[in-house]
């Protein structure tokens, strides 16, 4: 049993008291998120979603490259949403290190710099308003009057705002 | 009040409940998920995640591009995770228009065509199969023998594996 299989024998138990069929494709609530992969930000239970509420973009770092730009410009242009709501948190991985020790750590084992910037970053609250900023820069999303930035504490559960 | 507000008051009950403030970064059953941002795809439910367990990454589509590599390639080198779980699912808003129709009508507003994919698509476990097949062709990531994909159906709550 692989740990995959075992989170497939959860999707049988979730399916079998499924009762959100009938949800439509928009989020209700209007919102997306973009926040950190990191497996201890639970953003359903920190911000109370339920099926059907909000899109959830997430990556390393929770940053804004190209395919959250795409992202958020689908989710508001064809799908309704007008707030989005970031969040970084402490303790992130990519503070840990430098893109420029990552990329070459991947070209001293495989031979090949990666043509993508890795995003790390040295100051949270700084990447979070770097993220804020490239929102508010591009021209393909529609709604830049409400995105606001958190920092998630994974030591004590609280969203700190960005100001 | 704004929707965003009201996530906010919810976060506040989250913390005032919070205590799994000890966790590693790394995540605990060593498993990346790759998933679609649509509202309707309760990840955290469907796979019986708790906070601590996997590393979620999600975009428009649930599509792999060089920011899911970047995402996945931290995940593996740096925190330890073996297995990846890529999940699509019907009903998705990826199928409903083209890339053409959404980077012309972005020209058409904004006089600024995107420089990006859209990533639609027309099928979904063809989608899957591509995106399986972006992560297996890529040097950036390391384990790349459990990498499996899923079409979740938002009709009923069930999770079909594409073969």
Redesign the interface.
């Given at each position: 049993m692989?740990?995959?299989d075992?989170?497939?024998a959860?999707?049988e138990?979730?399916?079998r008291t499924?009762t959100?069929?009938?949800?439509p494709?928009?989020?209700?609530?209007?919102?997306?998120v973009v926040a950190c992969?990191?497996?201890?930000?639970?953003?359903?239970?920190?911000?109370?979603?339920?099926?059907?509420?909000?899109?959830?973009?997430?990556?390393?770092g929770g940053v804004v490259?190209?395919?959250?730009?795409?992202?958020l410009?689908?989710?508001q242009?064809?799908?309704g949403t007008r707030?989005i709501?970031l969040i970084h948190h402490t303790?992130c991985?990519?503070l840990?290190?430098t893109d420029e020790e990552?990329r070459a750590?991947?070209a001293r084992?495989?031979g090949?710099r990666?043509?993508?910037a890795?995003?790390t970053f040295t100051d949270l609250e700084d990447d979070v308003r770097q993220s804020i900023a490239r929102i508010t820069a591009s021209?393909?999303i529609?709604h830049r009057d409400?995105v606001?930035g958190f920092v998630y504490a994974?030591?004590?559960?609280?969203?700190t705002e960005v100001r």
């Open positions: 692989t740990a995959t075992d989170l497939l959860n999707a138990r979730y399916a499924f959100a069929g009938d949800l494709l928009p989020p209700g609530l209007g919102v997306a992969m990191d497996a201890r930000l639970n953003v359903y239970g920190l911000l109370g979603l339920a099926e059907g509420d909000a899109h959830v973009i997430r990556n390393a490259t190209d395919d959250e730009i795409r992202s410009a689908i989710s242009r064809l799908l707030e709501i303790d991985g990519m840990t290190f990552f750590g991947i084992e495989t090949i990666p043509p993508w890795v995003e021209p393909f529609p409400a606001r994974v030591e004590t559960g609280t969203l």
